[in-house]
């Protein structure tokens, strides 16, 4: 086999004319992509504007959803009503699968996977979030993304069309429309 002189000016030439072109890589911290519809990303646990706590009703139904069993939830019940009050929830974020089934099952769309995507920490420990670090989550989501925290529900688990008396009670308020 012989190589002629014919393909390697060809292939000098194809260097040539990548060099010149349009870059198509981001700048990454300069230039954030917009994530896409459905996109689910840093979890985070919804903040009740009147109470400032969070709205999970410790229901239990998100832990036990959850195919990569990376929810752990406490509660204790009150006395007298038998409400229960949540004491711990905790997400295992690198254990997480980013399936979303704890976000579709939740009766009070307490728990929600935000459209941020930004996880970087040098420990595991950074990525291990406890309730506090949860509404933290959501509420650095909602400074950055300017949703109004009242009617706040990924677009996709409500979209543009769909018929709002076959959602859960909490989604069928009117949604950012995207």
Known sequence: ??????????????????????????????????????????????????????????????????PSQCIAITFHEEEGTGRRLLDRY????????YCGYCEEVCPVNAVVLTESYEYSAYT??????IKEDLLENWDRFLAE???DPAAYVNPFWRPRGTDPETLAGPRRRPGPEA
């Open 145 to 147: 993304s300017k949703h």
């Open 90 to 97: 905790e997400i295992e974020a690198l254990r997480c699968i």
């Open 124 to 129: 595991r420990e950074k990525n291990y979030f």
């Open 1 to 66: 086999e012989t190589i002629f002189l014919v393909e390697i000016f060809q292939g000098l030439a194809l260097t040539l004319r990548q060099m010149f072109s349009k870059s198509i890589t981001r700048q990454y911290p300069t230039e954030k992509r917009q994530p896409l519809l459905g996109f689910r990303g840093k979890q985070a646990l919804v903040r009740d504007p009147d109470t400032g706590e969070s709205k999970c009703v410790a229901c239990l139904r998100c832990a036990t959803v959850c």
